[in-house]
């Protein structure tokens, strides 16, 4: 079936360090979105892709789109402790591109932040 | 706040019972789905709903059922409970999906149910 690999499931970083996730889709997506879960709350939506190679910025967020539309990544440039949380990236696969608009989620990458 | 509501927040129940879930969703939006969230799982998608019909089944089980009201509210019956099924259930809405590009969805705050 169609499956959204995220990588890694966990990553421990020190306040400013740089960060990314990243995420596979083992069919050609139609879009992609990303989402964010603090702890203890519900997924917010960051953003969503849509091109083919699109890059989109979100202050320290840089968000990429695989030419291919098979991957994306979500870069975080020197994190701080408002970063912690769980990041989600969630597909739509191009042959659901109809009516049936079945996003498929990745697992989840966790971020710690130690201060 | 994202405008969505979930009721109630927390549930605490034993094994072999039934339970409803109650959502709310944004106003002006059609769509209504449901995740199930385990202890540091992702996010499951078990059904969504669209103006009152359903429009794409996840891995929901038999036990449970959703429906969603002319109202546009939406509920989901988890039946003869099991300890597994202890996890958070969020729902979330959106307003169509048209065009190229998939709705945002908005996620309520979650009920979270203690199967004993």
């Known amino acids: 079936g169609q499956q959204v690999m995220q990588i890694p499931q966990y990553q421990h970083v020190q306040e400013g360090e740089d960060f990314t996730t990243y995420c596979n889709s083992s069919t050609t997506l139609s879009n992609i979105q990303w989402y964010k879960q603090r702890p203890g709350g519900h997924p917010v939506f960051l953003i969503q892709l849509v091109k083919s190679g699109e890059v989109k910025k979100q202050k320290r967020l840089t968000f990429q789109f695989g030419e291919a539309k098979k991957n994306s990544s979500l870069h975080i440039t020197a994190t701080q402790t408002t970063d912690v949380g769980t990041y989600f990236c969630?597909?739509?696969?191009?042959?659901?591109?109809?009516?049936?608009?079945?996003?498929?989620w990745g697992l989840g990458t966790s971020l710690a932040v130690n201060p | 706040d994202s405008g969505v509501t979930q009721t109630p927040k927390h549930l605490i129940t034993a094994t072999g019972q039934r339970v409803t879930l109650r959502c709310s969703p944004r106003?002006?939006?059609?769509?209504v789905y449901w995740y199930q969230q385990s202890l540091d799982q992702g996010l499951q998608f078990l059904i969504q709903y669209y103006n009152g019909e359903e429009r794409a089944k996840g891995n929901i089980l038999e036990r449970f059922s959703a429906q969603q009201f002319p109202d546009l509210h939406s509920e989901l019956n988890l039946s003869s409970l099991e300890l597994g099924d202890s996890a958070l259930y969020f729902c979330?809405?959106?307003?169509?999906?048209?065009?190229?590009?998939?709705?945002?969805?908005?996620f309520g705050p979650g009920t979270r149910l203690t199967v004993l």
């Open positions: 979330a809405s959106s307003v169509a999906s048209l065009g190229h590009s998939t709705d945002t969805q908005y």
């Open positions: 106003s002006g939006d059609l769509s």
């Open positions: 969630a597909g739509t696969s191009q042959i659901n591109a109809g009516n049936n608009r079945k996003l498929i």
